[in-house]
């Protein structure tokens, strides 16, 4: 939209028309299509931003590819457009969450089959899921690219600016040993909804009325980023580092860690397992716990000494383990099961190309 | 990079192998890896810059997807991969340009299909195009994401973080009646370079030395964006508005003269034609100049008082026509050809999905 993507003049069809279809949305939406801080979006070379005084820039940009992050829907099986649309922007807003930011502004690239491109059904309730939650974080949809898919495959990026006061925003290189560590939310809901998608038929339209991105009950589908927490832990200055899980808990602790430079022990007993899971065995709900990505939930720790509410902004915060020093451990992460056996903890979640 | 990007632990392949690549390419090349504007790169769930004092953000994206954007070579022909690194950040550091901008930061979302994610000497060959352009503008390459393709395609998107004086960045909505319209350098080099290459044989090993990018012969593989020129513009004021020729001249002339509510005459004797079209008759030289895209000059109009030089940081400046009102003209943009005889110029660039 801004640049290559931005007043096709030439004909009726194409990018023009999915111009002008991102333009009819954000306009019936608040906050999609400008902000203070957003002095020229969609129509020129680049848009112009000026981050709030005295703070820094975050970045960050996220692939949503067709069968790589998503599938669309058949027969009400797998993502509707509008799964697709909230999921697109959420693993942004979640990295901006992280860091303890606020969301400046999105941009999107989109490359659609022809097939796609053509059918105002899908691209409506795609813009519709991706700006209803653009609106309620404030986030305008300031520009992107848009082109023809190369294949079959929707294929989009998704590209967050974010701000944080300057050299506050929150780092997974900053645990420190005798810190405790917490998680947001629930676990492993995500995995336990993907894994019932393949074999879902029709959904009762009602499961989708317009507030359907604020419903909790939907942990993979309609994810929703901590930013409310994120902004909350930087601002009550709670945590000593963080990051969000969206590859799931093994691997984004692992991550923490390897930054850090620190190792982990946690209690099985106290990970938080996200009511969906209870409909699987123990083991398969506590294997979506540790090892199923796309929770966004956030991974922080706190020095022992620091306080920290049960829940901030509506969700639950719960301690799952302490920070301990690499000689302290045989392990980097170090998983204390239920009748007190220590074993270690591989990480075991996403992984591209590999 | 950033986010989904960084420090894989698990496996010795794929993302890690690639992110390990990428660093390994950035360490070798000054200017790729860090900025004093870039506070923390590849390595969390976002990367923080901080903008220059007193200067707004520009923001730009760009898909560059096999197919639509290039073609891998196959027997030397068509793109290499060097020429594919470096016009996937090419598109994005014209864009800069034609605002007036400096590069501040740029981030890279690759998706690959299996078989290049293992080559490494495609790899290379990709980072050391898209690396060194990079360093010839001092741009650091500060995160992004990677993927596996959902297809046999290799897609790119290239976001560019660039910054200008507050409310000082070149539009191009602001042309007035009166202004005279220039061009850099010259034009349809790329449009008659790319229709030779499909039946190109084997290259010369010569033809690509350690300074490829550096070689003005070559427009369409490795065109080179006007950031010198761009910022002269805005520096010595001397330009109204401003545009890149990415989708050729008629295209981009109509978007100039759509946003600024003006229209335009432009001379075909005055048109600055590429050396390669000599090779093409007069009427298709004349084609590739108005409408073949990708030449990555810039546009601009200056007051008809400004007296703007010949040359700007080595690159030639052309006057080519004039800004009238739209009353005045019957016609968006008129092509005054050489016997004086008036005519309408409809846009005919780059047009995705149409």
């Known amino acids: 939209?801004?640049?290559?993507?931005?007043?096709?003049?030439?004909?009726?069809?194409?990018?023009?028309?999915?111009?002008?279809?991102?333009?009819?949305?954000?306009?019936?939406?608040?906050?999609?299509?400008?902000?203070?801080?957003?002095?020229?979006?969609?129509?020129?070379?680049?848009?112009?931003?000026?981050?709030?005084?005295?703070?820094?820039?975050?970045?960050?940009?996220?692939?949503?590819?067709?069968?790589?992050?998503?599938?669309r829907s058949s027969g009400d099986a797998w993502h509707s457009p509008q799964s697709i649309g909230h999921r697109t922007l959420a693993r942004g807003l979640s990295d901006i969450a992280a860091m303890g930011g606020k969301p400046l502004a999105a941009f999107l690239s989109l490359a659609l089959p022809k097939s796609i491109a053509r059918k105002p059904i899908w691209?409506?309730?795609?813009?519709d899921g991706l700006l209803t939650l653009a609106a309620a974080y404030n986030t305008p949809l300031a520009g992107g690219d848009t082109s023809e898919s190369p294949s079959d495959h929707i294929l989009a990026d998704v590209l967050l600016l974010g701000s944080a006061p300057k050299g506050r925003a929150l780092r997974r290189s900053t645990a420190k040993p005798g810190d405790t560590l917490y998680v947001t939310g629930s676990l492993g809901g995500a995995a336990t909804e993907l894994s019932t998608l393949s074999t879902k038929t029709k959904r009762p339209p009602s499961l989708f009325p317009i507030s359907y991105s604020l419903l909790p009950a939907s942990p993979h589908l309609f994810p929703q980023p901590r930013l409310a927490v994120g902004q909350a832990l930087l601002r009550r200055r709670l945590a000593t580092a963080c990051i969000d899980i969206s590859d799931g808990l093994s691997t984004d602790l692992a991550h923490l860690c390897e930054e850090s430079r620190v190792a982990a022990r946690i209690h099985t007993d106290?990970?938080?397992?996200?009511?969906l899971t209870r409909s699987l065995t123990p083991a398969a709900a506590l294997h979506a716990a540790l090892h199923g990505g796309e929770d966004y939930e956030l991974l922080f720790t706190a020095d022992s000494a620091t306080r920290v509410p049960r829940s901030i902004a509506g969700v639950r915060i719960t301690p799952i383990g302490t920070i301990v020093t690499r000689h302290q451990s045989r392990h980097q992460v170090t998983l204390v099961e239920a009748n007190g056996h220590p074993t270690e903890l591989l990480p075991q979640g996403w992984q591209h190309l590999s």
Do not use: Q, W, Y
């Open 270 to 275: 106290a990970l938080p397992l996200h009511p």
């Open 123 to 127: 691209l409506n309730g795609f813009f």
């Open 1 to 71: 939209m801004t640049s290559k993507a931005t007043n096709r003049i030439v004909h009726p069809t194409g990018e023009i028309a999915l111009i002008a279809l991102i333009r009819e949305h954000t306009r019936a939406r608040a906050g999609t299509r400008s902000s203070r801080h957003l002095r020229l979006g969609i129509g020129d070379d680049c848009a112009i931003l000026t981050p709030p005084r005295g703070h820094e820039l975050l970045v960050t940009t996220d692939f949503s590819l067709e069968t790589r992050h998503f599938r």
